[in-house]
Nanobody, 126 residues
Framework: QVQLVESGGGLVQPGGSLRLSCAASRDTLDLTAMGWFRQAPGKEREGVAYILLMAGNRYYTDSVKGRFTIVKDRAKNTVSLQMNSLKPEDTAVYYC???????????????????WGQGTQVTVAS
């Protein structure tokens, strides 16, 4: 088991930046992937980005490419999501997720991730 705790959410104006962090409760040596999902009110949970912890490969959903960057720090057992040029449509609760196995190719699927954080609210509004 591993517990995930997100931090860094908040209110930001359009065009602004936020950095979300996800801290694991123990070392991540047996985890293969960590990523971020988000869920806006009335919408399904959407995969945003993930990173393979050993290989370093990254995946981004099309709507965040060029604006969001996912990075890992294995020494600190954390994964962060740097979000730049934020838009109102980025408003959502953001969830950190992790799993022992490599996720399915293509779009991120929530079923591929066993461990989840409690979520952190990101609101983009003027």
């Amino acid at each position: 088991q591993v517990q995930l705790v997100e931090s860094g959410g908040g209110l930001v104006q359009p065009g602004g930046s936020l950095r979300l962090s996800c801290a694991a409760s123990r070392d991540t040596l047996d985890l293969t992937a960590m990523g971020w999902f988000r869920q806006a009110p009335g919408k399904e949970r959407e995969g945003v980005a993930y990173i393979l912890l050993m290989a370093g490969n990254r995946y981004y959903t099309d709507s965040v490419k060029g604006r969001f960057t996912i990075v890992k720090d294995r020494a600190k057992n954390t994964v962060s999501l740097q979000m730049n040029s934020l838009k109102p449509e980025d408003t959502a609760v953001y969830y950190c997720a992790a799993d022992f196995f490599r996720p399915s190719p293509g779009d991120m699927l929530a079923k591929d991730y066993e461990f989840w954080g409690q979520g952190t609210q990101v609101t983009v509004a003027s």
